[in-house]
Antibody, heavy 121, light 106 residues
Framework: EVQLVESGGSVVRPGGSLRLSCAAS????????MTWVRQGPGKGLEWVSG????????GYGDSVKGRFTISRDNAKNSLYLQMNNLRAEDTALYHC??????????????WGKGTTVTVSS | DIQMTQSPSTLSASVGDRVTITCRAS??????LAWYQQRPGNAPKLLIY???NLQSEVPSRFSGSGSGTEFTLTISSLQPDDFATFYC?????????FGQGTKLEI
């Protein structure tokens, strides 16, 4: 079964850091680009970041650029999101999703259930 | 950034109805548009990609059309399972923006 399972969400203070992980199974992880999408409480979907199959091409949304870093370890079938200088507006459910492409410029065909990040003092 | 605007924001309908949701892009995106369905408490689910291509195992009552800046998602005959929130998303140009969502309710 194709599956994505996120972890690492927590409560963190403004200005703090957090690292999210996404474990992939059931498919050849290094054949696909991957992405992070978040959803604030009661809000819509926001694209956060995307990475190509080999990590050679990366993109970020405007609101996280310079603070978040996406990466992947194909040997471990894992995707990561390093989040620094966190703000209250980063509070959200963070989903990882598979991109139907080796790059990160395509639709998202498999989604994880998400991990919750709460930024609060 | 490309802005995606969905209409309506909320849609009331009944089982068996035919409904259409519209998504407009603030600039040309060719057919690089996807539609997702999200039921409460669940992850989004891909319905349509490249504007009009039905994702595997998605019922044929769902269809998508459009190109350039105007797109539609149509559900030909609503089923109880279809009541959810729907999002369009463009992937023509980074950042890959979503519409604000359309909540389909009874």
């Amino acid at each position: 079964e194709v599956q994505l399972v996120e972890s690492g969400g927590s409560v963190v203070r403004p200005g703090g850091s957090l690292r999210l992980s996404c474990a992939a199974s059931g498919f050849n992880f290094d054949d696909y680009g991957m992405t992070w999408v978040r959803q604030g409480p009661g809000k819509g979907l926001e694209w956060v970041s995307g990475i190509s199959w080999d990590g050679g091409s990366i993109g970020y949304g405007d609101s996280v650029k310079g603070r978040f870093t996406i990466s992947r370890d194909n040997a471990k079938n894992s995707l990561y999101l390093q989040m620094n200088n966190l703000r209250a507006e980063d509070t959200a459910l963070y989903h990882c999703a598979r991109i139907y492409s080796s790059g990160w410029t395509s639709h998202m065909d498999v989604w994880g259930k998400g991990t919750t990040v709460t930024v609060s003092s | 950034d490309i802005q995606m605007t969905q209409s309506p924001s909320t849609l009331s309908a009944s089982v068996g109805d035919r409904v259409t949701i519209t998504c407009r892009a603030s600039q040309f995106i060719s057919t690089y548009l996807a539609w997702y369905q999200q039921r409460p408490g669940n992850a989004p689910k891909l319905l349509i990609y490249k504007a009009s291509n039905l994702q595997s195992e998605v019922p044929s009552r769902f269809s998508g059309s459009g190109s350039g800046t105007e797109f539609t998602l149509t559900i030909s005959s609503l089923q109880p399972d279809d009541f959810a929130t729907f999002y369009c998303q463009q992937y023509n140009d980074s950042p890959y923006t979503f519409g604000q969502g359309t909540k389909l309710e009874i």
